[in-house]
């Protein structure tokens, strides 16, 4: 199975502001995607990232907000811009090969 | 439109008791049924099914897949305390290998 690490784990930010949040997978998969997940609900797809390329959104998430970076197979970031409280969430990173799809431990997200 | 549904929602028995989740799925174009379990953050890996009537164990788990009557079933013989969590499964798609998800089996074990 494929080990997946995520930093920071956990954040307090302000308003306004921006953070990153960066993924690395121990071996290359074949797919990545990121995820939200707030409080009480199951997981929101929020992108498919690509390596070298544009990230692939759902609906309801744009670029300009979730900028979404794959430089190589494996490692990502997911920046969420000008935040507002209504961005408090964990934010997970996923990786995908033969099939499988497992996750790394979370990110945590509070925006006063 | 995909969707995957979980009963029951919530479910909360004695140690020792064994637990039957269940999972209904209508998705065009599967792949796979994976069961995670999830504590805190993030969802662990427990099985990925594939194939129907095989099933896949993992010491007091299991699981089993059928593909005509879209459903699976993970059971918990002889629960524990740690087995309480949120038991999450999801569809895989072919296409993309993106999961449909279920909203969960909140299962608490009481001592």
């Known amino acids: 199975s494929a080990v997946i690490s995520q930093k920071p784990s956990r954040d307090i930010c302000q308003r306004g502001t921006s953070l990153t949040i960066q993924c690395q997978v121990d071996?290359?998969?074949?797919?990545m995607f990121w995820y939200r997940q707030q409080p009480g609900q199951s997981l929101t797809l929020i992108a498919t990232a690509n390596q070298g390329s544009e990230a692939t959104y759902e609906s309801g998430f744009v670029i300009d907000k979730f900028p979404i970076s794959r430089p190589n197979l494996t490692f990502s970031t997911l920046t969420v811009s000008n935040m507002s409280p209504e961005d408090s969430s964990i934010y997970l990173c996923?990786?995908?090969?033969?099939?499988?799809?497992?996750f790394g431990p979370g990110t945590r997200l509070t925006v006063l | 439109e995909d969707k995957v549904v979980q009963s029951p929602l919530s479910l909360v028995v004695h140690e020792g008791d064994t637990v039957t989740l269940n999972c209904s799925y209508e998705v065009t174009n599967f792949r796979s049924l994976l069961w995670y379990k999830q504590e805190k953050k993030a969802p662990t890996f427990l099985f990925m099914l594939?194939?129907s009537g095989i099933e896949k164990k993992s010491g007091r788990l299991s699981s089993i897949l059928d593909k005509k009557e879209l459903f699976s079933i993970l059971n918990i013989t002889a629960t524990q305390t740690g087995d309480s969590a949120i038991y999450l499964c999801?569809?895989?798609?072919?296409?993309?290998?993106?999961?449909?998800w279920g909203a969960g089996t909140k299962l608490i074990i009481k001592p």
């Open positions: 996923s990786g995908s090969g033969q099939g499988a799809q497992y």
């Open positions: 071996s290359q998969v074949t797919m």
């Open positions: 999801a569809a895989q798609l072919d296409s993309n290998y993106q999961l449909i």
């Open positions: 594939t194939s």
